[in-house]
């Protein structure tokens, strides 16, 4: 027996030091997989909210911010996932270290494991819809989330770079309606050569936004309609005036 092997046994009866059963090991094997899985699908669906957001920003509205490029992009760009996805992410990192065979992988292929599992899982995620799901509930029930969505509101409350939005309150005639927008102003919006994009018919109580330009003391002119929701370009042909008047009759 060795000099070391002695010290070991002897601190073993000194400390009294029991060997943990296989069960211990079992149970925090688990433990370690059970939040590694977690971790992943929590960083799915952030990357998964993440790449339904980018989708759905309106980077074609950078041309009424041409003057204030770094207020546009401090607008558009949804912090809120992507640090959710660096803290999940990191949390993949970490736990998946402490498995079994965790520890001998080089750093560099762990961290590319780590995002491709994130990301393939919040493309997938995106894919079944779950993305919208999620983005919604956070709106309708994380309140400090809504608040956070309010630069959304004021991308479009900007008349006089040619953005509007807000809710229908009444369709006076074919080619003009009442808008109330998130100012509690009433707009007179004229319709006549607007494009309407998205599968949708005008009517009261509709969320829409509005690309145009003022013509006077709280008037519109209507260039392009969208659904507030999205941009209303994906997966539907866009709708031209004429359309929409068929929808209506």
Not at 38 to 60: K, P, R
Not at 90 to 111: D, P
Not at 221 to 238: D, F, S
């Amino acid at each position: 027996m060795t000099e070391l092997s002695k010290k070991i046994i002897q601190k073993i009866e000194r400390e009294n030091i029991k060997p943990y059963s296989k069960w211990h090991f079992l149970f925090k094997r688990s433990v370690i997989w059970t939040l590694f899985m977690i971790s992943v699908l929590s960083g799915a669906l952030s990357s998964g909210v993440l790449i339904y957001q980018f989708q759905n920003t309106e980077w074609n509205l950078y041309e009424h911010y041409n003057h204030s490029l770094l207020e546009f992009i401090m607008i558009v760009i949804p912090y809120f996932w992507i640090v959710f996805l660096i803290l999940f992410s990191i949390l993949v990192f970490y736990y998946f270290r402490r498995t079994e065979s965790g520890y001998r992988k080089n750093t560099a292929w762990v961290i590319f494991i780590t995002l491709f599992l994130s990301f393939a899982g919040g493309a997938a995620l995106n894919q079944m819809g779950l993305s919208e799901k999620v983005e919604t509930s956070f709106q309708k029930r994380v309140p400090f989330y809504r608040s956070m969505i309010e630069r959304r509101r004021r991308m479009w409350s900007a008349p006089r770079r040619g953005l509007l939005a807000g809710k229908i309150i009444k369709i006076e005639a074919q080619n003009n309606l009442l808008l109330v927008d998130f100012h509690k102003r009433v707009w007179q919006i004229d319709i006549s050569e607007a494009r309407i994009r998205g599968r949708m018919a005008l009517k009261e109580e509709l969320r829409i936004k509005i690309i145009g330009k003022i013509t006077g003391n709280l008037e519109f002119k209507a260039r392009e309609i969208r659904p507030w929701m999205g941009r209303g370009m994906r997966r539907r042909p866009p709708m031209n005036r004429r359309m929409y008047e068929h929808i209506r009759e």
